[in-house]
């Protein structure tokens, strides 16, 4: 990693002096020849796909010298400029990125798991243990999905207000400094269409934060000019309703041109300002940008630019009237220019050839290990000729990537399948560690690898006694925030109707009244940006209880949970964490919008972060109590229909957990296992009660979590037990129970214990139908659980269980 620039902090005015514009000068260069080098490697067969920051180098350079130490970007894949000048991205770098190159030290952003133009500074120490974020320059991890960086923007930004706001957060100078700390942000001029872009903007003038947002706009949006993008073709102008004025909060909004040096430091230095002194968004517009090479290495812009922007583009292109203001400044003469761009070119040539050297020596090494095995394999095997021709083959592959070597090495093991010598033993054992090695390449990181990992944390059990009184669910659950609020300071809670009244169920009544606003706060009905407040702050360290009202609103803002929260941990190969925790409620209750539960869904969509399906508030209680201790992204799943169900209060409330991926057996028997969760468990229970007065002795499971999922194979001990397994939830079918039923099947390997047909129960595939009969014919009832359970058994022993 490039060495840290030095930027001085407390400016008056922006650093104009002759060795800052030089230096911006040449990094201005190193970055566009970075982009022209990187296309011809793509065009050379070397990279697959590139993208390129050339046409938007000055902006960066003005956002870079107003960013500083602790300021936090999310960005999108054209800001290569500004994380050079930033020093967080080298050439080498740049390039390693590009080859995809697996090495963290190689490609710090993503350890080559991300196409080039995805940013991302490393948070996390090796151990999974937080930097000092204010002594950095940070960078959020990107996104590829357009305008997907803008809601953790909102949370970024965020932060900085409670850091200021919230006295408990005082003493964590690792992480603020009395929340000084900007969130920049960059977006194309087209992704602003994007309504993930508009509810960004409008949370962020409401909520007044800290946050510069800068719309690169080249008129572009791949092939689809301005016109069709934006009202007004202008989004400043669009968005002028959400300017402040002397009497209302709102933006200051600036606009700027993408080739005006002068125009370009002033506009991100008083930006800056604005934010970090007084806490108001700042939207700068900077028009005028060009793409010198079009949009990507997909196709070229020649196809729908007409000739007059072509040449206007190169015109007005902002290296080349840098240059101009450079020389009619006389900061430099033609003579110096030049020479520092040859100098650049020279180093361009020179980084991207080590970066290359450094990505394929890995490669070259492994090809030349796989080859001399092959080959000494096939000198004692009787298919010598095939094994040698695919050594030979191997060998000669020009520029060789890693599924070549993997690829031919399977294929001769399965050619050796009729030999048995020392020498395929050996090949076998070579591709063992090698498959190792490609895991930890490819495929690690899916989850925290730290010891906070959530399998890492100690259980404690809950405490009753004969004084311990039954109360309701939620009174629960407000103690248990009550007592967290109290004793974390790092945690706090947001979402629709989460402050004043303490959510619709009240489960933190009375809380905002005692530990503020900052602690448990309102916020208006924007999923997507409720998902990124949270994602934001907890990126900066802070514990967020980030509050989806019912579960089946969770759609709007499942977007960011996938493409953002739940890969983080895995596209930054343990560079970044974001522990957020959602809350939400759903399974039964009233209706297609309020009893939905679509478990499959979200474990399809979710993988990388912790579901629960608490059964009771009791169980969710400790479920938060160890997702607090834990540095995962999770989602909590209360039951809606339980708040006013009576509980038994713990003594030891905000101290005792509950562990996660071990089931709990709720009812012992000895003929069938039932496997379910959430609020299926009571309906499970009262047919397990009345399946035991026809003599049928059903195991109730609760699996508690989805992910991870009994990773002690408790449900498999059970099958060993009963010989017979159905799994029921109200997902639809083919759902949850079917991930259920896989997970057991294929991972405890209980297939031969079992002596009926596994099953599986579920709700009819539609949504459900309003009030009570309308639930009793949409979802699985007792009825249908007892008729299908006795079904299983009829079958088994038809003289005992008669046909109904
Ligand atoms: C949600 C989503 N839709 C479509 C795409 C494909 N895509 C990638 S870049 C792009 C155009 C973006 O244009 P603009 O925001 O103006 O940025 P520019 O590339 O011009 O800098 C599109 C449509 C995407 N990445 N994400
Ligand atoms: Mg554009």
């Given at each position: 990693m490039a060495e840290v620039k030095p930027i001085p902090k407390n400016q008056n005015s922006p650093n104009f002096s002759k060795a800052a514009v030089l230096e911006d000068f040449r990094t201005a260069l190193m970055s566009r020849h970075a982009s022209l080098v990187g296309r011809k490697e793509v065009f050379m067969g070397k990279a697959k796909f590139g993208i390129f920051g050339d046409g938007k180098e000055l902006a960066q350079l003005a956002m870079a010298r107003a960013f500083q130490i602790g300021d936090f970007r999310s960005g999108y894949y054209r800001d290569q400029t500004f994380m050079m000048a930033i020093g967080e991205l080298t050439v080498q770098e740049y390039f390693a990125q590009l080859y995809a190159h697996?090495?963290?030290?190689?490609?710090?952003?993503?350890?080559g798991r991300l196409m080039n133009g995805h940013f991302a500074t490393r948070s996390l120490n090796e151990d999974g243990s937080w930097k000092e974020l204010t002594k950095m320059y940070n960078s959020a991890a990107d996104i590829s999905p357009t305008a997907a960086q803008m809601p953790k923007l909102l949370g970024l930004a965020y932060a900085s207000k409670l850091f200021r706001g919230n006295k408990g957060l005082k003493n964590f100078s690792d992480l603020s400094i009395n929340g000084n700390e900007v969130a920049w942000g960059t977006i194309g001029n087209a992704s602003t269409s994007e309504g993930l872009?508009?509810?960004?903007?409008?949370?962020?003038?409401?909520?007044?934060?800290?946050?510069?947002?800068?719309?690169?706009?080249?008129?572009?949006?791949?092939?689809?000019?301005?016109?069709?993008?934006?009202?007004?073709?202008?989004?400043?102008?669009?968005?002028?309703?959400?300017?402040?004025?002397?009497?209302?909060?709102?933006?200051?909004?600036?606009?700027?041109?993408?080739?005006?040096?002068?125009?370009?430091?002033?506009?991100?230095?008083?930006?800056?300002?604005?934010?970090?002194?007084?806490?108001?968004?700042?939207?700068?517009?900077?028009?005028?940008m060009t793409q010198p090479q079009g949009h990507s290495t997909s196709g070229s812009h020649e196809r729908y630019k007409s000739t007059e922007r072509l040449k206007w583009e190169k015109e007005w292109d902002c290296i080349s009237k840098f240059r101009e203001y450079i020389l009619s400044s006389e900061i430099a003469s033609p003579e110096t220019l030049d020479k520092i761009e040859a100098e650049i070119k020279a180093d361009v040539k020179k980084q991207k050839e080590t970066a290359w050297a450094e990505f394929s020596k890995e490669i070259k090494a492994e090809l030349q290990e796989a080859f001399s095995l092959i080959k000494k394999a096939a000198e004692n095997s009787t298919r010598k000729v095939i094994l040698t021709q695919m050594a030979d083959e191997l060998s000669r592959t020009l520029n060789p990537i890693r599924k070549d070597v993997i690829s031919t090495v399977r294929k001769a093991i399965l050619t050796l399948r009729f030999d048995s010598n020392e020498s395929k033993i050996e090949l076998k054992n070579w591709y063992k560690a090698q498959e190792e090695k490609n895991h930890d390449r490819y495929n690690s990181h899916l989850y925290s690898?730290?010891?906070?990992?959530?399998?890492?944390?100690?259980?404690?059990?809950?405490?009753?006694?004969?004084?311990?009184?039954?109360?309701?669910?939620?009174?629960?659950?407000?103690?248990?925030?009550?007592?967290?609020?109290?004793?974390?300071?790092?945690?706090?809670?947001?979402?629709?109707?989460?402050?004043?009244?303490?959510?619709?169920?009240?489960?933190?009544?009375?809380?905002?009244?005692?530990?503020?606003?900052?602690?448990?706060?309102?916020?208006?009905?924007?999923?997507?940006?409720?998902?990124?407040?949270?994602?934001?702050?907890?990126?900066?360290?802070?514990?967020?209880?980030?509050?989806?009202?019912?579960?089946?609103?969770?759609?709007?803002?499942?977007?960011?949970l996938s493409d953002d929260l739940a890969c983080l941990q895995?596209?930054?190969?343990?560079?970044?964490?974001?522990?957020?925790?959602?809350?939400?409620?759903?399974?039964?209750?009233?209706?297609?919008?309020?009893s939905g539960s679509p478990m499959g869904m979200i474990l399809s969509s979710l993988r990388g972060m912790v579901v629960c399906v608490p059964r009771d508030m009791t169980q969710a209680a400790g479920m938060y109590a160890t997702l607090l201790q834990a540095d995962e992204p999770a989602i909590v799943i209360e039951c809606l229909n339980g708040y006013r169900l009576k509980e038994k209060l713990p003594s030891n409330l905000g101290e005792y957990t509950v562990p996660m991926g071990r089931p709990d057996i709720l009812r012992e028997g000895n003929d069938i296992t039932?496997?379910?969760?959430?609020?299926?468990?009571?309906?499970?229970?009262?047919?397990?009660?009345?399946?035991?007065?026809?003599?049928?002795?059903?195991?109730?499971?609760?699996?508690?979590?989805?992910?991870?999922?009994?990773?002690?194979?408790?449900?498999?001990?059970?099958?060993?037990?009963?010989?017979?397994?159905?799994?029921?939830?109200?997902?639809?079918?083919g759902g949850a129970s079917a991930y259920m039923m896989q997970q057991v099947l294929e991972n405890q390997e209980v297939f031969r214990y079992l002596d009926s047909e596994p099953m599986t129960i579920a709700s009819k595939p539609h949504r459900p139908a309003y009030s009570s009969d309308g639930d009793y014919f949409s979802k699985p009832s007792v009825e249908d659980i007892v008729e299908k359970v006795y079904k299983v058994m009829n079958e088994a022993n038809p003289k005992s269980f008669p046909t109904l």
């Open positions: 697996t090495n963290v030290n190689a490609e710090p952003a993503s350890a872009f508009f509810e960004t903007i409008n949370a962020a003038g409401v909520m007044q934060v800290p946050m510069v947002i800068s719309v690169w706009d080249d008129a572009y949006g791949i092939s689809v000019p301005q016109e069709y993008h934006t009202t007004k073709g202008s989004i400043s102008e669009a968005i002028a309703g959400f300017e402040r004025t002397e009497s209302q909060k709102g933006f200051e909004i600036i606009k700027v041109k993408g080739w005006d040096y002068e125009g370009l430091m002033n506009a991100f230095f008083n930006a800056g300002k604005i934010a970090r002194d007084e806490h108001v968004p700042v939207l700068i517009h900077v028009v005028e690898e730290s010891k906070w990992g959530v399998l890492n944390i100690e259980e404690v059990k809950p405490r009753f006694d004969d004084k311990s009184i039954l109360i309701d669910g939620r009174e629960i659950l407000q103690k248990y925030f009550d007592y967290t609020l109290e004793n974390n300071p790092k945690f706090f809670a947001f979402g629709e109707d989460v402050g004043k009244i303490g959510d619709v169920n009240q489960a933190f009544a009375g809380l905002q009244a005692k530990y503020g606003e900052l602690r448990v706060s309102d916020t208006s009905i924007r999923e997507a940006t409720i998902v990124g407040q949270g994602i934001g702050t907890a990126l900066r360290g802070l514990r967020p209880v980030a509050e989806i009202q019912y579960l089946d609103y969770l759609l709007y803002g499942l977007q960011m895995y596209r930054t190969k343990g560079g970044q964490k974001a522990p957020l925790i959602i809350r939400t409620r759903g399974h039964r209750l009233e209706g297609v919008w309020h039932v496997v379910t969760y959430g609020s299926m468990c009571r309906i499970v229970m009262e047919a397990a009660a009345e399946l035991g007065e026809l003599g049928i002795e059903v195991e109730v499971i609760d699996v508690q979590t989805l992910l991870p999922f009994d990773v002690h194979g408790i449900i498999g001990e059970s099958i060993k037990k009963t010989n017979r397994v159905i799994f029921a939830d109200e997902d639809v079918p």
